[in-house]
């Protein structure tokens, strides 16, 4: 069954380790990260765009996806479904058609209005059992429509957000949505330290988990981050497996033109982008 992701982000801060959330985009996408949770013992957040769910034809068809196929695949490990940048609205979509988390990216508001949202949702999902992400300073780059330019957040402002009860709360720090350019200057770890010590046992976000090199990714884990989100690694890799198997003509060859033969590449690839990340943000047999 689906569970809040509170109490599974509450036990990585205390464990000094992350939880992955992977955004997913189709059956295939689902399928994967779901068996490879299943199979490192790792809780696991499945995030959903709003322009992915509505690639998939709405928030009710994945909610309904997401919960058969955990009965389906006997999957026993903790499992979120989460609203990524959701607006207000898009909150309350998810929030009725079933998800069990949801991020309300208020960052382009005025703080006073990001704080007033979110302390609405704030009430509305605690009766409900569901959790809650907020976000202070944008993510830079744009992902699924969603565009920011990066800025760091204000330790101050995020220190208000936390004190509304949020169950995570994402900072932007210097990070990146996709592939990271040559001349980024890393994150600020000065920023994250602030908010780490202003914000307290709060679980923090780390958005744009793809390209960021191994060591930033654990001393931002050791500065209070809890969740880590990825998606454009798993799109790259899924891309190369099943251009790979298409450009070696495998697509010709007998049915490998089936599409569970086409896609499944392309799907072992996503398996393996999520077995590593899992070990890297120390989540395996965490669950």
């Not at 013992?41 to 959903?48: D, E, K, T």
């Not at 309904?64 to 499992?79: D, F, S």
């Not at 086409?262 to 982008?273: D, H, Q, S, V, Y």
Request: negative net charge; contains cysteine.
């Amino acid at each position: 069954m689906l569970v809040s992701a509170k109490e599974m982000l509450d036990k990585a801060k205390a464990g000094h380790y992350a939880v992955g959330q992977f955004n997913i985009n189709n059956l295939e996408w689902t399928k994967s990260i779901l068996l490879t949770a299943q199979e490192m013992n790792s809780p696991v957040i499945l995030g959903v765009s709003e322009g992915a769910g509505k690639y998939m034809t709405g928030f009710k068809t994945v909610a309904a996806m997401v919960k058969a196929m955990i009965e389906e695949l006997n999957i026993t490990v903790p499992v979120a479904l989460h609203l990524d940048h959701g607006t207000y609205e898009g909150c309350y979509k998810c929030i009725e058609a079933g998800f069990s988390s949801i991020m309300f990216d208020g960052s382009h508001y005025p703080i006073d209005e990001n704080v007033a949202k979110t302390k609405e949702l704030v009430a509305v999902c605690r009766e409900k059992g569901i959790s809650l992400e907020a976000e202070v300073g944008s993510i830079g780059g744009e992902e699924d429509g969603v565009v920011g330019m990066g800025e760091c957040a204000d330790p101050n402002e995020c220190k208000m957000i936390a004190d509304l009860g949020v169950d995570m709360l994402a900072a932007g720090i210097g990070n990146i949505h996709g592939k990271y350019p040559a001349n980024w200057q890393g994150l600020s770890f000065e920023t994250l330290d602030a908010v780490q010590q202003l914000t307290g046992a709060m679980p923090l976000v780390l958005h744009g988990g793809t390209g960021i090199p191994e060591d930033m990714i654990k001393k931002a884990i050791d500065l209070g981050v809890s969740k880590i989100n990825v998606n454009t690694e798993c799109q790259l890799s899924f891309a190369a497996a099943t251009r790979k198997y298409i450009e070696e003509g495998k697509d010709q060859q007998g049915k490998g033109y089936d599409p569970r033969k086409l896609l499944a590449p392309g799907a072992e690839a996503i398996k393996a982008t999520v077995r590593e990340k899992i070990e890297l943000f120390g989540s395996a047999n965490k669950a």
